[in-house]
Nanobody
Framework: VQLQASGGGLVQAGGSLRLSCAAS????????GGWFRQAPGKDRELVTA????????YYADSVKGRFTIFRDNDKTTMYLQMNSLKPEDTAVYYC?????????????WGQGTLVTVSS
């Protein structure tokens, strides 16, 4: 499956952004989806993930209550709604897909989209 992330940009602290991840090539509903981020000088981390049908989600503690992951399998697109953004959310965000939401090695990756949160 091919993944295309978009929606990054520059936003002030407290603002919102919505990232999109468009999938093509295979049946998107067969895969769990995830959003990762990598800040300068830091390791890539899993931010949030969603199961194939959307019924199960996972959030890192740092984004709970502020970020929401959801998907539209008909439109083969996954989204990340980010509210109450903080400067520490600044990173390159990547979407990924894998058959398992619990995967430790996500198989398919999109290119990154940069999110910059100014203070």
């Amino acid at each position: 499956v091919q993944l295309q992330a978009s929606g990054g940009g520059l936003v002030q602290a407290g603002g919102s952004l919505r990232l999109s991840c468009a999938a093509s090539g295979r049946t998107f509903s067969s895969y769990a989806g995830g959003w990762f981020r990598q800040a300068p000088g830091k390791d890539r981390e899993l931010v949030t993930a969603i199961s194939r049908g959307g019924g199960t989600t996972y959030y890192a503690d740092s984004v709970k209550g502020r970020f929401t992951i959801f998907r539209d399998n008909d439109k083969t697109t996954m989204y990340l709604q980010m509210n109450s953004l903080k400067p520490e959310d600044t990173a390159v965000y990547y979407c990924a897909a894998d058959p398992l939401i619990t995967s430790s090695r996500w198989y398919y990756w999109g290119q990154g989209t940069l999110v910059t949160v100014s203070s």
